[in-house]
């Protein structure tokens, strides 16, 4: 028998894959490295002479229940940061049946045990150049084995906000921001009706922003105009010192 990693880290490697095809896979492991053979890690395999796992299992399977995946996904817009703070929303959402153990990114750990809280992290590597996600042991085929967890993870394709939705969040967002503003009389804004009315506000603040935009037009176009004058005025000024004296 062959080690093998949990088939939920596969899932979990084949997921980043497809998410980002351009990813650098440098810094990428499964099973232990030298490094990690010495002492109890998640990337050696529990059942196995030898190896020093870090957990144990009922089963007698070969498990390596930790993955490597290097922290450079090469996709605008995204970051191994962004990726692992996804996967705790999906972590947090599942609660106890959450899969992972734990996970380490960037002088960081999230544990199962803690409820996902951001703790710092001081091991020799500070996991900069890859995130390292454990998964919790388990046996058998079922699906209440954590190491055969086959849901999302948080940062497919599928999760990501359409423009229509981002317009929509944004207009709440700036409707919420602008009742704030009311309540709080930040901006002591009354409607032309007597009301404190949000939509007015966002109203009166576009009008302003207008108004400032247009004046700044027009104060460049005066700067373009002196500009002109005061190169027309060099220009006399050359032509006269070059006029004979009589
Ligand atoms: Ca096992
Ligand atoms: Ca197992
Ligand atoms: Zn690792």
């Excluded at 996904?73 to 970051?79: F, I, P, V």
């Excluded at 599942?94 to 996902?116: C, E, M, Q, V």
């Excluded at 190491?147 to 497919?156: C, V």
């Excluded at 009389?185 to 404190?196: E, L, Q």
Aim: glycine share 10%.
């Amino acid at each position: 028998m062959a080690w093998k990693t949990v088939p939920a880290l596969v899932r979990l490697r084949d997921a980043f894959n497809a998410r980002f095809p351009n990813r650098d896979k440098g810094s990428d492991g499964t099973i232990g490295d030298v490094a990690h053979q010495g002492s109890p890690s998640g990337h050696n395999p529990d059942d196995t002479a030898g190896s020093m796992p870090e957990d144990g299992d009922s089963d007698t399977s070969q498990d390596v229940r930790a993955l490597d995946v290097d922290a450079h996904l090469n996709e605008t817009g995204w970051g191994m940061w962004q990726a692992v703070q996804s996967v705790l929303a999906r972590m947090r959402a599942l609660g106890p049946a959450a899969p992972l153990k734990y996970i380490i990114f960037n002088r960081r750990i999230w544990t199962y045990d803690s409820g996902w809280a951001e703790q710092p992290y001081d091991g020799s590597d500070p996991h900069t150049g890859h995130a390292h996600f454990s998964c919790r042991p388990g046996a058998g085929g079922g699906s209440g084995n954590p190491e055969n967890y086959s849901g999302p993870w948080g940062f497919e394709d599928g999760d990501e906000m359409t423009d229509d939705q981002i317009e929509k969040l944004a207009d709440k967002i700036g409707t919420a921001v602008a009742n704030k503003l009311l309540s709080a009389d930040v901006i002591p804004y009354t409607g032309a009706d007597g009301n404190k009315d949000s939509w007015q506000l966002r109203t009166a603040i576009g009008y302003q922003t207008e108004g400032v935009r247009r004046e700044r037009e027009l104060a460049e176009a005066q700067i373009a105009r002196l500009d002109a004058l005061t190169a027309a005025v060099t220009e006399l000024v050359s032509v006269l010192k070059q006029a004979p004296v009589e």
